[in-house]
């Protein structure tokens, strides 16, 4: 049966009539007649009810295609069941209240469902109950939409937070995730901020723009060659690190044009950094 909307009669309080809040229903049931009673129930609690039937695993997959407000699913049908959709639901990872309806349903049953996600049940014969069920089940769904919303902003102003940080230019350690034939993908230290390193930023030198040498989870540097902090994207190299660090050093130590080599250069940066750093932990070691 395809969507429809139910028939009903107006509700009115006072002789004036009640604006009904909408409702999109997906309801497992093998029974018209159930059904109708089931819908029946909720527009004279104040629903104006928009729903689907279906009674099989295969419909009832394709239905979860469509936007609902909440699953009514009987226990038990000849080709389906409370158990097994509770089951597919639980696969597709849709945020939607599915409640028990059913005409019986033992109290270890009723535990297992409810153990399963089911988020209530309700027997056939005590329908009043049913409303009530809905309305909790649709406040508790919004406000968990409310709190995944608001993990949302705060997961996305953090990011915006270490993006502000960088310019760049700047040196950053990034964290292997991935290695591919055309580069390797990174993780910037300390920040939720992944980008990829193509195979011809790897290294100024050509023999070493080699992807597998890399392994997942190793730490690498590289700088900052791109920021657009509008769309949150990060480019980084280790090659024009090199570069940087190559020109720092011929600053520094000297130029390959006045007959110091660049390996030469290379050993007198490398010699100070170990002497500075010698010095750091002479001075943070206290005296025995």
Known sequence: MTAQQADNDAVTTAGQPVVRASLRALIVEDSADDTRFIVRELEQNGYEVEFQQVDEPATFRAALGLRWDVV????NLPNFSGPAALEILSETGIDLPLLIVSGTIGEDA????????????VLKDNLRRLAPAVRRELREARSRLAR????????HAQKLDSIGKLKKGAQVTC????VQDSGIEVKLADTDITTFIKRSDLSRDRSEQ???RFNVGDKVDAAVTSLDKSSRRVTVSIKALEIAEEKQAVAQYGSSDSGASLGDIFKAAIKKKEGAEEKKDDEETPPS
Do not use: N
């Open 210 to 212: 080699r992807p597998e």
């Open 110 to 121: 009723a535990v297992e469902a409810m153990r399963a996600g089911a988020r209530d049940y």
């Open 175 to 178: 964290e292997v995730m991935a």
């Open 72 to 75: 009514i699913c009987d226990y």
């Open 148 to 155: 995944r919303e608001a993990e949302r902003a705060l997961e």
